[in-house]
């Protein structure tokens, strides 16, 4: 009977370090389960960041191409129009240069 109770106490022991080594290699990998997580939120909240900005920076650019095109569009319609206005005033100098040419040369 001693002996029976010798080996239930070895076998206790024995369980209870089991159990404690167990609950150690338990606490272990949550551990580094936990780690693993917040890396992975950390890397996905950056990338989060950087899709964000880019979308944003995307934006940024159409909008600045549209205003862009907007005043290109609005320069080349100021510059069609002095070319106009310098093309009706060389037509008028040169009537006037023919007409002040013609009132010389020809008698009256």
Do not use: C, H
């Not at 150690?24 to 992975?40: L, P, T, Y």
């Not at 907007?70 to 070319?83: C, I, L, S």
Request: hydrophobic share 35%; net charge neutral.
């Amino acid at each position: 009977m001693q002996k029976i109770l010798s080996l239930g106490g070895r076998l206790q022991k024995l369980l209870d370090k089991t159990e404690a080594e167990a609950n150690e290699i338990i606490s272990e990998a949550q551990r580094k389960a936990e780690r693993i997580i917040a890396q992975a939120k950390d890397e996905a909240e950056k990338k989060r960041l950087r899709t964000q900005r880019r979308i944003g920076l995307d934006e940024f650019l159409v909008d600045a191409e549209k205003e862009a095109k907007k005043e290109a569009k609005k320069v080349t319609k100021d510059y069609e129009k002095r070319v106009e206005e310098i093309n009706n005033v060389s037509e008028d100098k040169i009537k006037e240069a023919v007409d002040l040419v013609l009132k010389e040369v020809l008698p009256q």
